[in-house]
């Protein structure tokens, strides 16, 4: 069974430029969160997504930051015209089933954002 | 805010030992609670998860406990490994209106459990 997963590992962009990151999740699972974890630190949250709608966006930036996940294929977390501060580990995870229930949520291996 | 926090950021034993990390939480409407192990360049990997209607779940190696009248969590290990070392994270999430709950989790900041032959 595939786990979470997240491409691409590492990513390196210049100031000012876009940053795309993936997420497929666990098979069968239609639940999936974005997490941001800064050095030494633990995962803050930033938004719940379900296919097509977005439920939950409290900790995501209101601006250059976007989600979606689409109907066909990976989610997708969106920086626009990133900044230094954009550098950090972005985690992904997955849960069969989301508000009304307690599922554990599954992570994957995550995409470390560098910006030069 | 509210928040999960730990008591303690570094936690050192031998191996065979059994190893405690603690956890601190300051929302009594957290209705769920989970522990995560994260080793370095990897993503968080679930231990194991406690309902708030439960004081005890026990798994292979693993207990975790929860006490709601002082708002903790510990993370039990048994037998602790080398295998073992790794971050610890306590995560919660909060019901929302209603009795749902929402998904999202809070986590604390880390324990580092460094297990030494």
């Known amino acids: 069974n595939a786990g979470v997963m997240q491409n691409p590992r590492h990513l390196v962009r210049r100031r000012g430029q876009e940053a795309r990151l993936r997420c497929s999740p666990m098979?069968?699972?239609?639940?999936v969160y974005w997490y941001r974890q800064l050095p030494e630190e633990g995962l803050k949250f930033m938004v719940y997504?379900?296919?097509?709608?977005?439920?939950?966006e409290s900790g995501m930036p209101k601006e250059r930051f976007s989600a979606e996940f689409p109907k066909e294929g990976p989610s997708i977390l969106r920086i626009q015209q990133v900044v230094r501060g954009d550098s950090a580990a972005y985690f992904c995870?997955?849960?069969?089933?989301?508000?009304?229930?307690?599922?554990?949520?599954?992570f994957g291996d995550g995409t470390r954002l560098s910006i030069l | 805010g509210e928040s999960v926090g730990l008591h303690l950021p570094t936690l050192s034993v031998q191996e065979g030992d059994n190893s405690i990390i603690n956890c601190a939480y300051s929302?009594?409407?957290?209705?769920?609670f989970i522990w995560y192990k994260q080793e370095s360049g990897k993503g968080p990997q679930f231990i194991i998860d406690?309902?708030?209607?439960?004081d005890k779940r026990q798994g292979q190696r693993v207990t975790v406990l929860l006490n709601k009248t002082v708002k903790h969590l510990s993370l039990q290990i048994a037998a602790t490994q080398p295998g073992d070392s790794a971050v610890y994270f306590c995560?919660?999430?909060?019901?929302?209106?209603?009795?749902?709950?929402?998904?999202?989790?809070?986590f604390g900041q880390g324990t580092i459990l460094t297990v030494h032959p």
């Open positions: 995870a997955s849960s069969l089933s989301g508000q009304g229930s307690n599922q554990p949520q599954h």
């Open positions: 098979k069968g699972h239609s639940h």
């Open positions: 997504l379900q296919k097509e709608n977005i439920i939950d």
């Open positions: 929302n009594s409407a957290s209705d769920y």
């Open positions: 406690i309902r708030s209607n439960m």
């Open positions: 995560a919660e999430n909060i019901a929302g209106a209603g009795g749902t709950s929402y998904g999202k989790l809070t």
